[in-house]
C-alpha cells in the first residue's frame, strides 16, 4: 500500500509545558501526527514549508531509505534545504517493521517541535512476524524543552565564549510537560490550567499485556523511563527484536526507540506514574510526568510521588543495559566475521578560533553548502574538502582521562568513501572534556544502515585486545548507540547501500559543534537524482 501525506510546516503559539512558545508544527501539531504503515509500504509526504523565512528538511529516522538516498532528508548531505514557499515530496519504503521517528534535520530546528513517530507493523505471517504478543499497543515519544528560542540556543553556542544551552525547561511525554508557573517571570505567558499541557493518559484493562512502543528526540538529554509498579519486558530495540530481558526502568538516549512489553496486574483502583528523568548529566530538570489509568482510577494522578529513577551518575547501570541488549535468539542476523576496514574515531571537545567545537580526531565537521550527493553525482569536487579526514588517533599514547592537551582541532567538510559492499567498523572512543573530571554519553545515529553493535568498554580501547571480545554471536542491530564516559562502543556495518549518509552525535548541540562525520559509498549506483533536491522555485533541479 502507498499512504499519502500532505503536511503544512509552520509556526504557531504553542504551551507544550503550560508555557507559551513559537513551536515548529506540522499541519498545527507537535509532536506531529504518527506515520503507520505496515512493512514494505510507501510513504509519500508532501511537506509545504510555510515558515515564511526560514527553511526545512525532514529525516526519517531508522529508514535506510534503500534506492532513495536522496530522501534522507538530511540538509547539506542529501539535499538543499526546502526554501519557504517550496514543497518537496519524500517517497521512501517502510521495508522493516518496528518503531522509528522522524525529525527536522536543518540547524537546531528539531528542537524547535518538528518530530514525530513512525510505527511501522509487521507484515502478517512474514518472516519478521514478532516474537511476541500483547493485547493492547500505547507509544510514547521522549522529548526535553527549552523555552528559549533554537536561535537563542544556536547563537549561544556560536558565541565566543560559548553559552551553553544549559539543562532544558521540561521533560516532554508525546509532547507535554508540567512547568511550575510561578517560576516564570513574564505574566500571562504560563497558564497551568491550559489542557494542552495536561498530563498524557494511558489506559490500560486489569490483567491485559501492553506493548509501550518508546522513542526518544531529546536535544541533549538521556533519559530514565519508567511505568511505577510496572517492570518493562524489552523486546524490541531500534526495529529489532531483542532478546527479552526484564527492567525496572529503562536508559533512552536521543534517537533510540525500545518496544517493552507491560502486564497491567497492579491494584486497579488507582492509577500510576509513567515518569521520564535526566541520567548521565546532573539534573536540573524536574521529572516528566504522564498517567496509566486503570479505569477506576479515571485521569486523577497516582497517589504516589513520581519515581524518580536510578543515580543519574551511575555510568555502570547504564552500562549494563547496553550489554544486555543483544538479538532476539529466532531472529539473529549474524555480522561479517570481519571487516575490510577500521575507523578508530576519538571524541573529543576542542577549541577552534576561541569557539567550543566537538571533534573527531581532532577534525570538526562542518556542513558543506552544496549537498554532498548532488556535488559527487555532478563532479563538483571544488563544493567540499576532497582530502579524507584521518581514519584513526594516537590511541597508545592518548590519555582519554584528562583534558586534550591540545585544545585546538581544525574543521572540515571532508568525508569517508567507503568501498561498496565493503565491511566497516567503527571505534568510537571517548574522552574527557575541556573542563577535567568529566566525560558525557554520546548517542551516535547512522543514516541509511543498521549496525551491529559488537562490544562496549569503560576506558582506553586498544586495538590489539578488545576485538577478541567483541560480541559476533548475537549482536543487535540498531541504528542509534550510547558512547558511555570514557567508554568505547565498536560497531560493524555492510556499506551496501548507494548513497552518502551522516553519522553523528545525536545531541543537537553537539552535531551544531561539529560532532559528525560522512560516509559515501556506491555513488555510480545511485539513480538520476530528482530535481527537487537541488535549488529553488522554477530554478529547482536546473529547469529554466
Ligand atoms: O558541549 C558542551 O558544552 C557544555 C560544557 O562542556 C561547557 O559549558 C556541555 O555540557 C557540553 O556537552
Known amino acids: 500500500a502507498t499512504h499519502h501525506h500532505e503536511w503544512e510546516i509552520s509556526y504557531q503559539f504553542k504551551s507544550p509545558d503550560c508555557v507559551r512558545k513559537l513551536a515548529v508544527t506540522i499541519n498545527g501539531q507537535s509532536p506531529g501526527p504518527t506515520i503507520r504503515a505496515t512493512q514494505g509500504d510507501t510513504i509519500v509526504v508532501r511537506v509545504n514549508n510555510s515558515l515564511l523565512t526560514e527553511n526545512v528538511a525532514i529525516h526519517w529516522h531508522g529508514i535506510r531509505q534503500i534506492g532513495t538516498p536522496w530522501a534522507d532528508g538530511t540538509e547539506g548531505v542529501t539535499q538543499c534545504p526546502i526554501l519557504p514557499g517550496d514543497?518537496?515530496?519524500?517517497?521512501?519504503?517502510?521495508?522493516?517493521?518496528?518503531?522509528?521517528?522522524?525529525?527536522?534535520?536543518?540547524?537546531?530546528?528539531?528542537s524547535a517541535g518538528l518530530y514525530g513517530m513512525i510505527i511501522v507493523a509487521a507484515a502478517p505471517g512474514g518472516p519478521d512476524a514478532e516474537p511476541f504478543a500483547y493485547d493492547g499497543e500505547h507509544a510514547v515519544l521522549l522529548?526535553?524543552?527549552?523555552?528559549?528560542?533554537?536561535?537563542?540556543?544556536?547563537?549561544?553556542?556560536?558565541?565566543?565564549?560559548?553559552?551553553?544551552?544549559?539543562?532544558?525547561?521540561?521533560?516532554?511525554?508525546?509532547?507535554?510537560?508540567?512547568?511550575?508557573?510561578?517560576?516564570?517571570?513574564?505574566?500571562?505567558?504560563?497558564?497551568a490550567t491550559?489542557?494542552?499541557?495536561?498530563?498524557?493518559?494511558?489506559?490500560?484493562?486489569?490483567?491485559?499485556?501492553?506493548?509501550?512502543?518508546?522513542?526518544?528526540?531529546?536535544?541533549?538529554?538521556?533519559?530514565?523511563?519508567?511505568?511505577?509498579?510496572?517492570?518493562?519486558?524489552?523486546?524490541?530495540?531500534?526495529?529489532?527484536?531483542?532478546?527479552?530481558?526484564?527492567?525496572?526502568?529503562?536508559?533512552?538516549?536521543?534517537?533510540?526507540?525500545?518496544?517493552?512489553?507491560?502486564?497491567?496486574?497492579?491494584?486497579?483502583?488507582?492509577?500510576?506514574?509513567?515518569?521520564?528523568?535526566v541520567v548521565s548529566r546532573k539534573p536540573g530538570t524536574p521529572t516528566g510526568t504522564a498517567i496509566l489509568s486503570y479505569a477506576a482510577g479515571g485521569r486523577s494522578p497516582p497517589p504516589t510521588t513520581p519515581p524518580t529513577g536510578p543515580a543519574w551518575n551511575d555510568t555502570m547501570y547504564r552500562f549494563q543495559q547496553s550489554v544486555a541488549t543483544v538479538a532476539h535468539p529466532a531472529h539473529v542476523e549474524p555480522p561479517p566475521p570481519r571487516a575490510g576496514r577500521t575507523l578508530l574515531l576519538l571524541n573529543t571537545q576542542n577549541k577552534i578560533d576561541g569557539r567550543v567545537r566537538w571533534?573527531?580526531?581532532?577534525?570538526?565537521?562542518?556542513?558543506?553548502?552544496?549537498?554532498?550527493?548532488?556535488?559527487?553525482?555532478?563532479?563538483?569536487?571544488?563544493?567540499?574538502?576532497?582530502?579524507?579526514?584521518?581514519?584513526?588517533?594516537?590511541?597508545?599514547?592518548?590519555?582519554?582521562?584528562?583534558?586534550?592537551?591540545?585544545?585546538?582541532?581544525t574543521s572540515s567538510d571532508g568525508l569517508y568513501r567507503l568501498a561498496f559492499g565493503s565491511v566497516v567498523d567503527v571505534v568510537l572512543q571517548n574522552a574527557n572534556m575541556l573542563a577535567a573530571n568529566n566525560s558525557e554519553t554520546h548517542p551516535w545515529h547512522l543514516h541509511g544502515h543498521d549496525f551491529w553493535v559488537l562490544g562496549y568498554g569503560i576506558g582506553r580501547f586498544d586495538p590489539a585486545v578488545h576485538p577478541a571480545s567483541y560480541n559476533l554471536k548475537d549482536p543487535i542491530l540498531k541504528n542509534t548507540v550510547a558512547v558511555h564516559p570514557y567508554g568505547w562502543t565498536a560497531l560493524r556495518f555492510k556499506a551496501d547501500n548507494p548513497g552518502v549518509w551522516a553519522f553523528h552525535c545525536h545531541i543537537e548541540a553537539h552535531f551544531f559543534m561539529g560532532m559528525g562525520i560522512v560516509f559515501e559509498e556506491g555513488l555510480e549506483r545511485v539513480a538520476e537524482l530528482p530535481g527537487e533536491i537541488m535549488g529553488c522555485g522554477k530554478t529547482k533541479g536546473g529547469r529554466h
Open 143 to 191: 522529548n526535553d524543552w527549552w523555552h528559549d528560542s533554537v536561535y537563542e540556543q544556536a547563537a549561544g553556542l556560536a558565541s565566543v565564549p560559548m553559552r551553553w544551552v544549559g539543562e532544558p525547561h521540561s521533560l516532554l511525554l508525546n509532547g507535554r510537560g508540567r512547568f511550575n508557573c510561578s517560576a516564570v517571570a513574564a505574566e500571562g505567558t504560563c497558564n
Open 359 to 409: 571533534a573527531l580526531n581532532n577534525v570538526s565537521f562542518k556542513l558543506p553548502h552544496t549537498p554532498y550527493l548532488v556535488a559527487l553525482k555532478r563532479g563538483l569536487l571544488g563544493a567540499f574538502d576532497q582530502r579524507p579526514p584521518p581514519e584513526t588517533y594516537e590511541h597508545q599514547s592518548y590519555n582519554i582521562y584528562d583534558p586534550p592537551p591540545n585544545p585546538n582541532a
Open 87 to 110: 514543497a518537496f515530496t519524500y517517497t521512501f519504503a517502510v521495508d522493516r517493521p518496528g518503531t522509528y521517528m522522524y525529525h527536522a534535520h536543518y540547524g537546531m530546528q528539531r
Open 194 to 277: 491550559l489542557p494542552e499541557c495536561d498530563a498524557p493518559v494511558f489506559d490500560v484493562v486489569p490483567g491485559k499485556t501492553y506493548r509501550f512502543r518508546i522513542g526518544s528526540l531529546t536535544s541533549l538529554c538521556a533519559l530514565n523511563f519508567e511505568i511505577e509498579g510496572h517492570p518493562m519486558t524489552v523486546v524490541e530495540a531500534d526495529g529489532h527484536y531483542v532478546k527479552p530481558f526484564v527492567v525496572n526502568n529503562l536508559n533512552i538516549y536521543s534517537g533510540e526507540t525500545y518496544s517493552v512489553l507491560i502486564k497491567a496486574n497492579q491494584d486497579p483502583s488507582r492509577n500510576y506514574w509513567l515518569a521520564s528523568n
